[in-house]
């Protein structure tokens, strides 16, 4: 274990040549993740919070805003055969995370313009991702995570 120059405890791992930190989110990483989150959330008229998520990931719930993401998914997905052959249910639920990875897929027009900034912003704080699952090796910053509402509260559509 190290200290790093904020005299956080830093858990890693050692390596033959390097030193490599683990994947870690702390409060000082939230606020840089904050800053540049706000002025997309105003942007898009988007109502959202971030919390860190067991000190290894951050994550933002949008709790309300103009763009329907929810419909938006169900129509995008609907009409992709791949989606409806590999067994696609429209959600009706209220809520739903977005994979990071495939969001591009998943969704169109402003709520696919939204996702990609908020990504962009969730990797303001010194994000790099040199993973490689091919091998099982993970070396990534911090994880993110995008939650359209929460199981207990969902989404809303506002005009």
Do not use: M
């Given at each position: 274990m190290t200290i790093n120059g904020l005299g956080c405890i830093i858990r890693s791992i050692e390596t033959d040549q390097t030193e490599k930190q683990m994947a870690y989110m702390n409060q000082v990483r939230k606020a840089k993740i904050a800053q540049a989150l706000a002025p997309v959330l105003k942007k898009y008229g988007i109502k959202g919070s971030l919390s860190v998520r067991n000190h290894l990931a951050i994550c933002l719930t949008?709790?309300?805003?103009?763009?329907?993401?929810?419909?938006?998914?169900?129509?995008?997905?609907?009409?992709?055969?791949?989606?409806?052959?590999?067994?696609f249910r429209p959600n009706t639920s209220g809520y739903c995370d977005v994979n990071p990875y495939w969001f591009q897929d998943h969704y169109d027009g402003d709520a696919k313009a939204f996702l990609a900034e908020a990504i962009d912003a969730l990797k303001a704080a010194d994000y790099y991702d040199r993973s490689d699952a091919q091998i099982d090796y993970f070396?990534?910053?911090?994880?993110?995570?995008?939650?359209?509402?929460?199981?207990?509260?969902?989404?809303?559509?506002?005009?």
């Open positions: 949008l709790k309300s805003g103009p763009i329907d993401f929810i419909a938006n998914s169900n129509r995008v997905c609907g009409n992709s055969h791949y989606q409806v052959s590999n067994g070396d990534t910053a911090y994880y993110f995570d995008i939650n359209i509402g929460k199981w207990n509260k969902p989404y809303v559509v506002t005009e």
